[in-house]
């Protein structure tokens, strides 16, 4: 099974930060990687799939980068609606798993 | 408008038995893998189970292989999680998700969620 590792696991953060979350495959997932957004109390949505394209309706200062076992979501400039948990997941092969979540909170 | 609905938690008793819906609308059902993701209270995701969108095609997580069936009725257009065997690591809110497209298993919409609590 491929494990997926999140680095930080939390993070604080001020409106307009620059803000850089990795996630690292057990093994190589190509671009088969996806990252997800949760606000407390809600389910998930999906911000970036195929590990750099930006799913639609999504703001543009999120993007993701990277292939094989690393990658990257960067928020460009942090804004209030952006406190929240974010998810990587692999697609890359049954089963499907997520990383362990990085928690970003206000500084 | 992609809606789905999910129903059917509650409380059960270990070793019982519960199964989850999903109603979906504002799609064409047959065209995507429809997916069950959970999430313990306080902790993080994890993937349960997965369903082609023609149905052919079945996945399972370790943790659930055995006692839990993915299933879906198209004239009803409901996805199904039956779930037996029940154990207290079972107790989680379980959401069902829809794929970008069929066979992706990236999941672009999301249901509320229903809890389920296995407990004495």
């Known amino acids: 099974d491929i494990q997926m590792t999140q680095s930080p696991s939390s993070v604080s953060a001020s409106v307009g930060d620059r803000v850089t979350i990795t996630c690292r495959a057990s093994?190589?997932?190509?671009?088969?990687l996806a990252w997800y957004q949760q606000k407390p109390g809600k389910a998930p949505e999906l911000l970036i799939y195929g590990a750099s394209s930006l799913q639609s309706g999504v703001p543009s200062r999120f993007s993701g980068s990277g292939s094989g076992t690393d990658f990257t979501l960067t928020i460009s400039s942090l804004q209030p609606e952006d406190f929240a948990t974010f998810y990587c997941q692999h697609a890359n092969s049954f089963p499907l798993t997520f990383g362990g979540g990085t928690k970003v909170e206000i500084k | 408008e992609v809606q789905l609905l999910e129903s059917g938690g509650g409380l059960v008793q270990p070793g019982g038995s519960l199964r989850l819906s999903c109603a979906a609308s504002g799609f064409t059902f047959s065209s995507y893998a429809m997916t069950w993701v959970r999430q313990a209270p306080g902790k993080g995701l994890e993937w349960v189970s997965s369903?082609?969108?023609?149905?052919?095609?079945?996945n399972y997580a370790d943790s659930v292989k055995g006692r839990f069936t993915i299933s879906r009725d198209y004239s009803k257009n409901t996805l199904y999680l039956q779930m037996n065997s029940l154990r207290a690591e079972d107790t989680a809110i379980y959401y069902c998700?829809?794929?970008?497209?069929?066979?992706?298993?990236?999941?672009?919409?999301w249901g509320q969620g229903t809890l389920v609590t296995v407990s004495s």
């Open positions: 998700a829809k794929d970008t497209r069929d066979g992706t298993y990236y999941l672009d919409d």
């Open positions: 369903i082609s969108g023609d149905g052919a095609r079945t």
């Open positions: 093994q190589g997932i190509s671009s088969y």
